[in-house]
T-cell receptor, first 109, second 116 residues
């Protein structure tokens, strides 16, 4: 079964720290998404990647196709970054997305 | 700027009751999706639609039905609710298949359903 694994499951950091969340997947993909789920439940798309690196503000997403791995980095973390971060992939053979179970990030002031 | 609107936000049902969740989007998106989210698991696709009048099964379709009579609306029905259907349900939409360019999913705020 094609799988998406995220690590860590839970992460607690102090304000200002550099955060890294990882996503690994089992077979070839055509695209990878990073999503943010707020404490209230709403889900927002952050990035869609098929190669290389994307940056938006303090968020950076990278993907290594050969290693089947992506990372989401948050620089100068802030308590408002506290959320669940979700990785999702589109397998080559599929029309839809497969989601990871998420990483719960808590940033303490 | 409504985006994707789900109703109701909360509902408690008894086993065997039926209900319908409504998803409405005002972005002229072609694709619409219904997901469920359970603790410790990733979002799982229930059904989806690639355009008005079309529907297709996702990963976990059993016990659910859907309809897309109008482009802007995607309805999720539970004909005979079971406790296993207690979950948070999310609707999402996108312009096309999630393959190219900057196309991303836009999610609703979620609907929390409890089946007793």
């Amino acid at each position: 079964k094609n799988e998406v694994e995220q690590s860590p499951q839970n992460l607690t950091a102090q304000e200002g720290e550099f955060i890294t969340i990882n996503c690994s997947y089992s077979v070839g993909i055509s695209a990878l998404h990073w999503l943010q789920q707020h404490p209230g439940g709403g889900i927002v798309s952050l990035f869609m990647l098929s190669s290389g690196k994307k940056k938006h503000g303090r968020l950076i997403a990278t993907i290594n196709i050969q290693e089947k791995h992506s990372s989401l980095h948050i620089t100068a973390s802030h308590p408002r970054d506290s959320a669940v971060y979700i990785c999702a992939v589109r397998w080559y053979s599929a029309r839809q997305l497969t989601f990871g179970s998420g990483t719960q990030l808590t940033v303490l002031p | 700027n409504a985006g994707v609107t789900q109703t109701p936000k909360f509902r408690v049902l008894k086993t065997g009751q039926s209900m319908t969740l409504l998803c409405a989007q005002d972005m002229n998106h072609e694709y619409m999706y219904w997901y469920r989210q359970d603790p410790g698991m990733g979002l799982r696709l229930i059904h989806y639609s690639v355009g008005e009048g079309t529907t297709a099964k996702g990963e976990v379709p059993d016990g659910y039905n859907v309809s897309r009579l109008k482009k802007q609306n995607f309805l999720l029905g539970l004909e005979s609710a079971a406790p296993s259907q207690t979950s948070v349900y999310f609707c999402a939409s996108s312009f096309t298949a999630l393959v190219i360019g900057a196309n991303v999913l836009t999610f609703g705020a979620g609907s929390r359903l409890t089946v007793l």
